[in-house]
């Protein structure tokens, strides 16, 4: 029987070794007491949430047809 190169061998012993990495348990990236420094307002995309919630309105009044956002209602504007 032949034996494969040492390079293959190595080579598959390296993909073994990822592939069962998956199997791995998984661990938080965040641990719980981490999260109320992401929740901070400093940590949020935008300054003025007020203005971007009415903003989030108008284009689903006028694109009511769109969906897929979370808001109900048609094209009248009253969610």
């Not at 293959?8 to 641990?31: H, S």
């Amino acid at each position: 029987m032949k034996t494969l190169p040492r390079s293959l061998r190595l080579g598959l012993a390296l993909l073994a070794a990822a592939v069962l990495q998956g199997c791995a348990a998984p661990e938080p990236w965040v641990k719980p007491y981490e999260r109320e420094k992401l929740a901070d307002p400093v940590m949020q995309w935008s300054r003025n949430s007020l203005a971007d919630k009415h903003r989030e309105h108008i284009h689903s009044v006028r694109e009511g047809a769109r969906g897929a956002t979370g808001v109900q209602g048609g094209g009248c504007g009253c969610n």
